[in-house]
């Protein structure tokens, strides 16, 4: 069989260049099938794909690898969303001085990375 006839994946993936926004469908070549996935040709080198599984790097219909990029940008405002929040607490907490200093004096108890005396 040869490689052209055993299909392809698909994947969206999103790009941005001087504040324009962009969402983008690859197509990667299957160039090899297993009995629990198949191998893609990916930026010159081979990646793995699984057949089953929740998270598929790839995916045999645009309509699965869309549904799977929208999984994957709510999951990444969730991440970031906790992260500003995170961050706007910890900015509030040093202006109003509303922190202890116990975690700096800790850190300055622990041996440094690298050290032979360790």
Request: proline share 2%.
């Amino acid at each position: 069989m040869k490689n052209d006839d055993l299909g392809v994946l698909y994947r969206y993936y999103d790009t941005s260049a001087h504040g324009f926004y962009n969402i983008r469908c690859k197509t990667f070549m299957i160039i090899k099938k297993t009995p629990k996935g198949c191998w893609i040709s990916y930026s010159g080198r081979k990646k793995f794909v699984l057949d089953e599984g929740r998270k598929k790097y790839a995916h045999s219909t645009k309509e699965n690898a869309l549904i799977s990029f929208k999984f994957r940008k709510k999951k990444q405002i969730k991440i970031l969303a906790e992260q500003l929040l995170r961050a706007e607490r910890c900015l509030a907490m040093a202006e109003g001085g509303k922190f202890t200093e116990d975690f700096v004096q800790l850190h300055t108890l622990l041996p440094k990375r690298g050290n032979a005396d360790v």
